[in-house]
């Protein structure tokens, strides 16, 4: 069974930095995409950055410049890199996994951005 363990959330003030890592254990075969999603109280979850197996990227409109995603295949990990935070990147932080036939979310990690 696929499990992802995400870390590195927690409170930064405004202009901070922050790095999201989401491991994944139980993978047999090769992981598709991997992503970031966050979803604010109130709100939809939505897209924050998601990466291929072959390192194309696509970010969400208001984090482009600001985060980096990037991928270590050997580990079957994801990380994110979140620099110039502001208040509005407050949420929770969900790792997804495409893992054909299936898809795979982690548990998510709290990111709290003080002004």
């Known amino acids: 069974q696929v499990q992802l363990v995400e870390s590195g959330g927690g409170l930064v003030q405004a202009g901070g930095s922050l790095r999201l890592s989401c491991a994944a254990s139980?993978?047999?075969?090769?992981?598709?995409?991997m992503g970031w999603f966050r979803q604010a109280p109130g709100k939809q979850r939505e897209l924050v950055a998601v990466?291929?197996?072959?390192?194309?990227?696509n970010y969400g409109d208001s984090v482009k410049g600001r985060f980096t995603i990037s991928r270590d295949n050997a580990k079957n990990t994801v990380y994110l890199q979140m620099n110039n935070l502001k208040p509005e990147d407050t949420a929770v932080y969900y790792c997804?996994?495409?893992?054909?036939?299936?898809?795979?979310w982690g548990r998510g990690t709290q990111v709290t951005v003080s002004s």
């Open positions: 997804k996994l495409d893992y054909p036939p299936s898809i795979f």
């Open positions: 139980g993978v047999i075969r090769s992981i598709t995409n």
């Open positions: 990466i291929t197996r072959g390192g194309n990227t």
